[in-house]
């Protein structure tokens, strides 16, 4: 599976991006996508996951109510909007393609960096 994630950015406290991490292969339908952030000298952190199908997400409570994840799987994509942008948001983001514990694939990263 290869993963290119594309979308960041310099923005203004306030603003808006989307990120979109397009997926190689016929077996992203049958995965769990999400989106990674990590910012200097932190642990990565998980953003937001979707499952296959689309019917359960989970976002982490640092940017509930500002980001919202969705996929196309007809396009094998996983788009991150991310609205109200704030200076913590700054990190360079991760796709990632989760089927099993053997079968976990990471993006290159794209950085997205807040000014204040």
């Known amino acids: 599976v290869q993963l290119q994630a594309s979308g960041g950015g310099l923005v203004q406290t306030g603003g808006s991006l989307r990120l979109s991490c397009a997926a190689s292969g016929s077996r992203v339908g049958s995965a769990t996508m999400g989106w990674y952030r990590q910012a200097p000298g932190k642990r990565r952190e998980m953003v937001a996951l979707?499952?296959?199908?689309?019917?359960?997400?989970t976002i982490a409570p640092s940017v509930k109510g500002r980001f919202t994840i969705s996929r196309d799987n007809a396009k094998n994509t996983v788009f991150l909007q991310m609205a109200n942008l704030k200076p913590e948001d700054t990190a360079v983001y991760y796709c990632?393609?989760?089927?099993?514990?053997?079968?976990?694939?990471w993006g290159q990263g794209t950085l997205v960096t807040v000014s204040s």
């Open positions: 979707i499952t296959s199908g689309g019917g359960t997400r």
């Open positions: 990632n393609f989760f089927a099993s514990d053997h079968d976990d694939w």
